[in-house]
């Protein structure tokens, strides 16, 4: 085709004007979005940068259950930002600084909005410190509906923050949502007759001047900020360091003897996790008991229980989360049934091992259609498709390619993916690769089918 020298004018002359209107449509929108598009939550986690690290220097005052604390997060810019969110509920911003220059800020919802003095650029580390306090108000989750979540007091004056999915965010500002996983340091001050327990490695325990005392946990793996716990009471840890991973539990002073040994098989079921599955991910593990709390949850390092005796079938879930959730882990909310399902599968594990029944037994009582895991809406991220025809689409993998195949496949998924993200994609790969066989029909029809198949 000719152009004409007219045309051609034109066409620069639009071309010329479409960069500048680029340019200022680029600049003035250099705003890291306000979510990361997650199906179950797309508001929760934001975009533009990738968290390294979160530094949390909290002070506690349980008399009125007020926090006071300034987080600092190294992140890396992914994109050119004029500005960019982090996930806040409830609690004043006092200030913001971005690397080390005062910062201007907005709330709008849960959502805190910085703008830095100057653009950050694409590939730049730079580091946000918020200066914040507050009473922290709990969240309703619709995912979660057992208890609210996040920083909350329970019985006999004990706090802790429990939070998958949303909860973080009551008490700590963050990228809020499991794609993006950093390594923290906590330094909780508490008056002296208290003490904290968070994730990780306790590394110091340091007395201040006025006799408050402030413990630092360092977390160097990677952690999603569902997963973190602060509990804070009259805690007396308790150590077993005979094992192949040091096991230290904390339980309320005056804990029940019939609580404090239903623990005692933890060091038994690490060692069977281990070598079916793999070295344990992190340094040390063990429980923190919370009076009151309802449920359990696979806090990384240190999973957190009420103060009931415990069932040795939910110790099993709680460790092989650390695995299976923990150390490897969705990036999505919709891929939850690779934690439950796969946590729930140890259980039936755990039957066949050491006790009278067969793996089958866990499932004996289902005679009810369970909905698709793979296919989920909000209620039923912890509903009973999830839990239980998540671990049945195991139990039929197994039964498909024998035991021996099964658990190569399992240890080769958990080596391939520990300390990263994962789809659910990624583990039919890895079952396909090992077996050498086409599975898709099987995973289509446990984790998508509208009806579930029968019982292997
Ligand atoms: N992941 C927990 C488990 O099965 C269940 C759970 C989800 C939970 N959200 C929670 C427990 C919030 C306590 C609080 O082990
Ligand atoms: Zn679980």
New binding site residues.
């Given amino acids: 085709m000719r152009i004409s020298l007219a045309d051609a004018k034109l066409v620069r002359c639009m071309g010329a004007m479409v960069a500048v209107l680029t340019i200022c449509i680029a600049s003035a929108q250099q705003r890291g979005s306000d979510g990361l598009g997650d199906r179950l939550y797309p508001r929760l986690g934001n975009g533009g940068y990738d968290a390294q690290h979160y530094d949390i220097a909290l002070r506690f005052e349980p008399q009125e259950n007020h926090i006071r604390a300034t987080t600092t997060i190294t992140a890396i810019a992914t994109e050119d930002l004029s500005s960019f969110n982090l996930d806040l509920h409830g609690l004043s911003v006092a200030s913001v600084m971005v690397d080390g220059g005062s910062a201007a800020f907005e709330r709008v919802g849960s959502e805190l909005v910085i703008r830095p003095a100057q653009s950050l650029t694409r590939g730049a580390t730079f580091t946000t410190a918020v200066d914040y306090a507050g009473v922290p108000q709990p969240i309703v989750d619709p995912?979660?509906s057992?208890?609210k979540?996040g920083w909350q007091t329970w019985e006999d004056g004990y706090f802790a923050a429990?939070?998958?999915?949303s909860?973080a965010m009551n008490w700590f500002p963050s990228n809020n949502h499991p794609s993006d996983k950093a390594t923290y340091l906590m330094r909780i001050t508490v008056p002296a007759d208290l003490v904290a327990v968070a994730n990780g490695v306790l590394a110091e325990v340091i007395v201040n001047d006025d006799s408050a005392r402030s413990f630092v946990w360092r977390m160097d793996q990677p952690m999603a900020s569902y997963l973190t716990i602060v509990a804070v009471g009259d805690y007396i840890e308790a150590r077993d360091d005979s094992g192949p991973v040091p096991i230290r539990n904390y339980f309320p002073a005056g804990t029940d003897a019939d609580i404090l040994s239903g623990y005692d098989i933890t060091h038994e079921i690490m060692t069977w996790l281990i070598e079916t599955i793999g070295p344990y991910p992190f340094t040390e593990y063990g429980v923190v008991v919370v009076p009151g709390y309802p449920?359990?949850?696979?806090t990384q390092t240190i999973s957190?229980f009420g103060d009931v005796a415990p069932d040795p079938l939910v110790i099993v879930?709680?460790l092989a989360?650390q695995w299976f959730?923990n150390s490897v882990s969705p990036g999505s909310w919709e891929d939850i049934w690779l934690?439950?399902g796969f946590?729930t599968y140890f259980m039936a594990l755990y039957h066949e091992t050491h006790g009278p029944q067969g793996a089958e037994f866990l499932f004996s009582s289902i005679h009810i259609d369970l909905l698709p895991p793979g296919d989920i809406e909000v209620a039923e991220?912890?509903g009973p498709g999830v839990?239980f025809r998540g671990a049945l689409t195991l139990h039929a993998l197994r039964t498909e390619v024998g035991n021996a195949v099964f658990f190569d496949i399992l240890r080769e998924y958990y080596r391939r993916h520990a300390y990263s993200l994962v789809t659910t994609a990624d583990f039919i790969t890895t079952a396909e690769d090992v077996s050498g066989r086409e599975l898709d029909a099987l995973f289509d029809a446990w984790l998508y089918g509208e009806q579930m198949p029968s019982l292997p």
């Fill in positions: 995912g979660a057992f208890h979540l429990v939070s998958e999915p909860g449920v359990a949850l696979e957190t879930h709680e989360h959730g934690n439950e946590a991220l912890f839990y």
